[in-house]
């Protein structure tokens, strides 16, 4: 069992940052891929980024690019999605999700998830 908790969602303008964090429980962090999803209301699930379990592999949508940057601490248990140059469609519900398998944008490879933590971009 991993226990995933997201923290770090806030108010920011467009053109702010913001650093989310994803903490995990347990001592089996290290043996699994890490992804970021994000959900607005009315709209699907949508595919953030990804890392491998080590840390060395990283996979993003297109959609964030060269603004977000995903990153992981094996030592502290904990992944990280440093969000830069925000705008207002990057509003939504944030969570993380552990995959057994590798490095994946395909939300039914995860099979744990955190509660979400909310970023709202203002214009």
């Known amino acids: 069992q991993v226990q995933l908790v997201e923290s770090g969602g806030r108010l920011v303008q467009a053109g702010g940052s913001l650093r989310l964090s994803c903490a995990a429980s347990g001592r089996t962090f290290s043996s699994y891929a890490m992804g970021w999803f994000r959900q607005a209301p009315g709209k699907q699930r949508e595919f953030v980024a990804a890392?491998?379990?080590?840390?060395?592999?990283?996979h993003y949508a297109d959609s964030v690019k060269g603004r977000f940057t995903i990153s992981r601490d094996n030592a502290k248990n904990t992944v990280y999605l440093q969000m830069n140059s925000l705008k207002p469609e990057d509003t939504a519900l944030y969570y993380c999700a552990a995959a057994r398998s590798s490095l994946s944008s395909d939300y039914t490879e995860y099979v744990y998830w955190g509660q979400g933590t909310q970023v709202t971009v203002s214009s």
């Open positions: 890392i491998s379990y080590g840390g060395a592999n990283t």
